[in-house]
Nanobody
Framework: QLQLVESGGGLVQPGGSLRLSCAASGFTLNNFAIGWFRKAPGKEREGVSCMSSSGGSKNYADSVKGRLTISRDNAKNTVYLQMNSLKPEDTAVYYC?????????????WGQGTQVTVSS
């Protein structure tokens, strides 16, 4: 009954913005760290960002620092990834995943992903 559902992906021009959402059901986000990951064709899955359950720790991949921002709304049981100044290399399927309390390497409760395509 644990579920994460991503939404908000789409086609955007370089320099544009998107806001991805990760909605949780079956558990409350305030007990879990939530990470954003992405998988581009021909590449391994990479971590994009992560926020601890308390919100006190936020991590970003070097490739997205200054352009992407992770946030959470516990009242809505939703985590967001605001994506600005998008580049073609940001094109990928974006996934969210949950881990108890702290960010780490062994995430579970993966969503199905949402496609982000950055192209002119």
């Amino acid at each position: 009954q644990l579920q994460l559902v991503e939404s908000g992906g789409g086609l955007v021009q370089p320099g544009g913005s998107l806001r991805l959402s990760c909605a949780a059901s079956g558990f409350t986000l305030n007990n879990f760290a939530i990470g954003w990951f992405r998988k581009a064709p021909g590449k391994e899955r990479e971590g994009v960002s992560c926020m601890s359950s308390s919100g006190g720790s936020k991590n970003y991949a070097d490739s997205v620092k200054g352009r992407l921002t992770i946030s959470r709304d516990n009242a809505k049981n939703t985590v967001y990834l605001q994506m600005n100044s998008l580049k073609p290399e940001d094109t990928a399927v974006y996934y969210c995943a949950a881990r108890k309390r702290l960010c780490g390497v062994d995430f579970g409760s993966w969503g199905q992903g949402t496609q982000v395509t950055v192209s002119s």
